[in-house]
């Protein structure tokens, strides 16, 4: 393993790189979930999470969304209702080489002590593991991943 050089780009830059494990428990505190299971993935660029009955409405003008989250896999009891502005409406290609149309909405992500705005696709995600994966956009220049580890820069890191 190679050490940063004090000189490196990346040791320089306004926020200091932190390690990621492979999975993290996150909010999304603007959208009221406080606890969410998240796969780490650097194979996506985007960020994406589990919506389902995904409503567009107009507010002020302006574009939005609500839709609907189960934040705990396996539960489908614990709702959370959300809304947000639409950032954008986009072809998205998952990994199995499917293209979809999904909206994209802007918020803050928050890991233990860290908070950033990201920005996510809406995605029905009830068969996957996951109801949450972190993209290299929201990744890029905070966090670097290390596949050997989990739960480092959790909400709830001490109790898991």
Excluded at 64 to 77: A, K
Excluded at 119 to 148: A, C, H, Q, W, Y
Aim: glycine share 6%; net charge neutral; charged share 30%.
């Amino acid at each position: 393993m190679e050490c940063m050089k004090e000189s490196s780009p990346v040791a320089t830059r306004e926020h200091r790189l932190h390690t990621a494990g492979w999975r993290e428990w996150v909010s999304l505190p603007e959208l009221g979930i406080f606890r969410i299971k998240a796969k780490m993935d650097t194979g996506a660029r985007t960020s994406c999470i589990h919506a389902f009955e995904v409503e567009p409405f107009e507010k002020d003008g302006t574009q939005w969304v609500r839709f609907r989250v189960h934040p705990e896999q396996n539960n489908v009891e614990h709702v959370v209702t959300c809304e947000a502005e639409v950032a954008d409406f986009r072809a998205v290609t998952d990994s199995g080489g499917h293209r979809e149309m999904r909206y994209v909405i802007k918020t803050q992500i928050e890991f233990k002590g860290m908070r950033w705005p990201a920005e996510f696709t809406l995605t029905n995600r009830d068969t996957m593991k996951f109801r949450m994966l972190v993209g290299r956009t929201t990744m890029n220049g905070r966090l670097v991943i290390d596949p050997s580890l989990s739960y480092q820069l959790s909400i709830e890191a001490e109790a898991l």
